[in-house]
Nanobody, 118 residues
Framework: QVQLVESGGGLVQAGGSLRLSCAASGSIASINTMGWYRQAPGKQRELVAS???????NTADAVQGRFTISRDNAKNAVYLQMNSLKPEDTAVYYC????????????WGKGTKVNVYS
């Protein structure tokens, strides 16, 4: 079984920074993609950024230039550095791990809340 545990959320003033961390444990394929999604109240969950174990990233336009995703393959961990935060970044942020081992599997963390006030 695979487990994901996020940390680093909190309350921050607009313009501030936060760093989210996610650690994965369990039976994980060596080739995988890790990412961050977010869901604001009343909205659908959306991709923030993702990164493959080869380092290739995909970042949403809304956070481009402000958020940076990175990972530590040895630790099965992914990070999201969030700078210049805006009130519209307020959401629950979820970590996701995806890989194919015969079939595709997606695993989600329980989420960490980010609240940006102006």
């Amino acid at each position: 079984q695979v487990q994901l545990v996020e940390s680093g959320g909190g309350l921050v003033q607009a313009g501030g920074s936060l760093r989210l961390s996610c650690a994965a444990s369990g039976s994980i394929a060596s080739i995988n993609t890790m990412g961050w999604y977010r869901q604001a109240p009343g909205k659908q969950r959306e991709l923030v950024a993702s990164i493959g174990n080869d380092g290739r990233t995909n970042t949403a336009d809304a956070v481009q230039g402000r958020f940076t995703i990175s990972r530590d393959n040895a630790k099965n961990a992914v990070y999201l550095q969030m700078n210049s935060l805006k009130p519209e970044d307020t959401a629950v942020y979820y970590c996701k791990l995806s890989f194919v081992r015969i079939i595709r599997s997606d695993y989600w963390g329980k989420g960490t809340k980010v609240n940006v006030y102006s």
